[in-house]
């Protein structure tokens, strides 16, 4: 099962790269920001958006209500305890 994981995104961290910062659970992890971004938008317009982290990608941008309601029901599934502990381990 892929499992995508809200973050937000705390700051950018390279431009050019389309990197940026995203707290996950408290943890914060550089993500690549090329699949949310927008031609000709600034980037650093996306600090403070929700979105959904996979594989250390922002997939999509979603709204703070959804980002809420869906890290509830993972923490209700006992997920989000183990894809945190997977993301400190990739740290490695």
Sequence with gaps: MCLGIPGKIVSITDVEQQL??????????AVDL???????????GLIDSW???HVGFAMSVIDEAEAQ?????????GQMQEELVAMQEGDS
Excluded: F, K
């Excluded at 940026?20 to 992890?29: A, E, H, S, T």
């Excluded at 090329?34 to 650093?44: D, I």
């Excluded at 869906?70 to 923490?75: D, K, M």
């Design 20 to 29: 940026g910062m995203v707290d996950v659970g408290g943890i914060q992890r």
């Design 69 to 77: 309601a869906t890290l509830a029901i993972l923490n209700e599934l």
């Design 34 to 44: 090329s699949c949310v971004a927008q031609e000709g938008e600034e980037l650093h």
């Design 51 to 53: 979105v959904l982290v």
